[in-house]
């Protein structure tokens, strides 16, 4: 069966330091695997995306993940995160056109000053 | 990417009516997708609009209750029928972009009372 875990349903960080959110995948064929960031009351932004070729992926407002086939894992990093950052954090799983994606249940994101 | 335009951006309704949502993207797809999150959760898809065919719905949601049309390949509306408080959540639509990941909606808050 395919799905998504992200073990983790909050996480606090102090601004300014580094910040890894976990992600798990169960996926019967290739995986193409996506992190989505939803701030209060907002739609959801895709940060980025991994389909093929390097495992380290760099996507928008300095996050990057790296795709680890071995650990089925696509975890999201940033080297110091901004109060900014707090928000709702989504992996998701799926083919990359027109078929349905599966999403993890979310990491929600504090700041401490 | 593709840009989607949703609306409304909120609306409380009365329980027993129904609402109508639009998304209107910028360029042509050939699915559109719409799912919903509930309070505190993750999203789940409720179905996919095809242009030209009936739209095909996930296990626990039925045309009767969530119809969809689709009338071109740029336009599709949700309708959320014969509302009761258990309907309030975010509805959003989504699109894929030509291989760029998929891009959602910005999202309608339903609160029903």
């Known amino acids: 069966a395919q799905s998504v875990t992200q073990p983790d349903i909050h996480i606090t960080v102090s601004e300014g330091a580094s910040l890894e959110l976990r992600c798990n995948y169960s996926?019967?064929?290739?995986?193409?695997l996506f992190w989505y960031v939803q701030s209060p009351g907002q739609g959801l932004q895709l940060l980025l995306k991994?389909?093929?070729?390097?495992?380290l992926v760099q996507g928008i407002k300095g996050f990057e993940a790296e795709f680890k086939r071995s650990q089925s894992s696509f975890n999201l990093r940033k080297p110091s995160v901004h109060w900014s950052d707090a928000a709702e954090y989504f992996c998701?799983?799926?083919?990359?056109?027109?078929?349905?994606?599966?999403f993890g249940k979310g990491t929600r994101l504090h700041i401490l000053p | 990417s593709a840009v989607i335009s949703q609306k409304p951006s909120r609306d409380i309704c009365q329980r027993g009516t129904s609402l109508t949502i639009q998304c209107q993207v910028d360029?042509?797809?050939?699915?559109m997708f719409w799912y919903r999150q509930q309070p505190g959760q993750s999203l789940t898809l409720i179905a996919t609009?095809?242009?030209?065919?009936?739209?095909?719905?996930e296990s626990g949601f039925v045309i009767d209750k969530f119809p969809i049309s689709r009338p071109n390949l740029t336009f599709s509306t949700l309708t959320v029928s014969n509302m009761s408080p258990e309907d309030s959540s975010i509805y959003l639509c989504?699109?894929?972009?030509?291989?760029?990941?998929?891009?959602f909606g910005s999202g309608t808050r339903l609160t029903v009372v």
């Open positions: 989504s699109v894929e972009g030509r291989g760029e990941g998929y891009t």
């Open positions: 996926y019967g064929a290739t995986p193409y």
């Open positions: 991994y389909f093929s070729g390097d495992t």
């Open positions: 998701a799983v799926g083919p990359p056109r027109d078929d349905k994606i599966i």
């Open positions: 360029s042509q797809v050939t699915m």
């Open positions: 609009a095809n242009q030209g065919s009936e739209a095909t719905y």
